[in-house]
Structure formats: structure tokens, C-alpha cells
């Protein structure tokens, strides 16, 4: 297989569940941008919160980030592409929330905002969601609401965590009709992009900027909002640990996160033991 870019999603997937690299992790990622195959995070995250992750992986070139809203060149800090949502849809979300418990967040201007008011109750959002980064990467604004309402700038894009299954569920089925793409990657979360915005289309954007075809690119994920960048790649690997669902498509099944599935993908496609794509989705050995 000619692969020349790996596409990873980072939690679930490059991360351990405490959300750090493992060493082997580290020394996989560099090993194979050393050997001409680029390796970029394809993530809801925004850049804000992939410093910690780029300090230690400096040799990451490129990012789909916020599930496909921005792609980005991260060593020339400059916009690849950007396909935000417009003011008047993200106050349409926010409508159709009512009053459901939500940490909103509003992914504008490299920052991710939230009300103050829910920031003060960060912790609880934490604790649910397994996310220890919130408080450091998030930034309270004031009314949010209040602020929401003449915004006129667009949006790259809304998350929102939640305390209960039953409230994300909620908020599913209220933003179901809304001309945007609504995804979720775990059982308390939501997230709202552009119409026919995902890590597919992210994906396919770099593509174009590399010069590269679907078939040369492996993705590699383990949730629901990673699915249409597995299916725009040439190759599609799922970690051992992911949705029922994306293993049941997978042309390779990595070993878990826990035990540095991608790092043991990368080495052997370096090694050029990696098989070509399976229908059966065979377990990599």
C-alpha cells in the first residue's frame, strides 16, 4: 500500500483514556513523519486545545479540527480551510435547547467559550464527561445568551456536554430537523457544524492540499463523528475499543487506545507488514 498521510483521531484513539501519549505512541508518530508519511490529528478539537499535544509531537504538520470545520497548517499557523456556521444558526441551537443542562460551547476566534455562570460549574462537567481539560481550555464569558444574541460573526462551531444520557439524548432529538450536521463521539455529548461539514470533508480538503487520493490515506477512529472521515479513506482502521457500528466497516481493527493501537498500526505499516484492506476486519496481529 502506497500510504502517504495517517489521519488519527486523538481521544479513544491516539490518546490513552487519561488522555496522554504513551512514549511508544511518541516515538511512532515521529518515526513515520521521519519516513515520508504525514500523520495529522483529525479532531473536535480546536488548536487551542492541541498545544500540549504539538509541544510533544512537534513533528505534526497538519489538523482537521473541530470535526472538520477547519483544517489547519499548525507549523505555518495559517487556515487551510474553514467552513464555519453562521450567527443566526448557532442562536437557533441555542433555541431549540431550552433549558436542558448544558455546558455550551461557542468555538469562535481560536477560543472556546462558555457562560460564566456554567463554567463556575465546570467541575461537574468534567467528572461526568472524563474530560480533565475543560477549565484550562475554556474560556467564561458573561451572559452568554445575552452575547449570542447580537453576535453577528459566524461560528466555527457548537459542542455542548451533559450531565445525564437522558439530556443529551434530549437535545439530539430537538436538533434533529435543523439543517446542520449534528454528531455525537460519547454518550454526553453533541456537536453542531456547518451543513455537510464532518472529518470527511476536513479529510478531503487536506487530500486536496497534499496532492494526495483517498487510497493513499489511512484514518483511523473509534466514534460516531469519526465516521465520514473513515469512509472517505482509502484504508479504514478501528480501534478495538470503538462503536460496534465503525468495527463492523473496518478494513483493520487496531489494538485499543490502552495499548498503543496506533502506534502499533504505524509500525507496521512502516515495516510493510500492514495488509492490504480487509472486508472481514480481521484484527492487526
Avoid at 477549565?135 to 464569558?141: Q, S
Wanted: charged share 25%.
Amino acid at each position: 500500500m502506497d500510504i502517504r498521510l495517517v489521519a488519527v483521531d486523538l481521544d479513544g484513539t491516539l490518546l490513552k483514556n487519561d488522555r496522554t501519549l504513551s512514549p511508544h505512541t511518541v516515538l511512532a508518530v515521529e518515526r513515520a513523519i521521519r519516513h515520508g508519511v504525514e500523520v495529522a490529528f483529525a479532531t473536535g478539537r480546536s488548536l487551542c486545545e492541541l498545544r500540549e499535544l504539538l509541544d510533544q509531537l512537534p513533528a505534526v504538520r497538519y489538523a482537521v479540527t473541530c470535526t472538520g470545520a477547519q483544517v489547519l497548517d499548525c507549523r505555518a499557523a495559517r487556515v487551510l480551510a474553514d467552513a464555519p456556521l453562521s450567527a443566526a444558526k448557532v442562536r437557533l441551537v441555542r433555541e431549540r435547547l431550552g433549558k436542558l443542562d448544558v455546558l455550551l460551547e461557542v468555538y469562535q476566534g481560536g477560543r472556546v467559550w462558555v457562560d460564566a455562570a456554567q463554567y463556575l460549574r465546570i467541575g461537574e462537567f468534567e467528572a461526568a464527561c472524563g474530560n480533565p481539560t475543560l477549565r484550562h481550555t475554556r474560556t467564561p464569558r458573561p451572559n452568554l445568551d445575552p452575547w449570542l444574541a447580537t453576535q453577528s460573526r459566524p461560528v466555527t462551531k457548537v459542542h455542548m456536554y451533559f450531565l445525564t444520557t437522558a439530556d443529551r439524548d434530549a437535545a439530539l432529538d430537538a436538533l434533529e430537523d435543523l439543517p446542520m450536521t449534528v454528531c455525537t463521539s460519547s454518550p454526553l455529548d453533541v456537536e453542531v457544524m456547518a451543513r455537510g461539514v464532518d472529518k470527511g470533508t476536513g479529510l478531503a480538503c487536506l487530500a486536496r492540499h497534499l496532492d494526495l487520493e483517498p487510497e493513499q490515506i489511512l484514518a483511523v477512529g473509534d466514534s460516531g463523528n469519526d465516521l465520514a472521515m473513515l469512509t472517505y479513506a482509502g484504508v479504514c482502521a478501528v480501534m478495538a475499543n470503538g462503536d460496534a457500528d465503525l468495527l463492523s466497516m473496518a478494513d483493520i481493527i487496531a489494538d485499543t487506545n490502552e495499548h498503543d493501537g496506533v502506534a502499533r498500526l504505524l509500525d507496521s505499516l512502516l515495516s510493510g507488514t500492514l495488509e492490504a484492506p480487509r472486508p472481514t476486519g480481521l484484527p492487526l496481529q
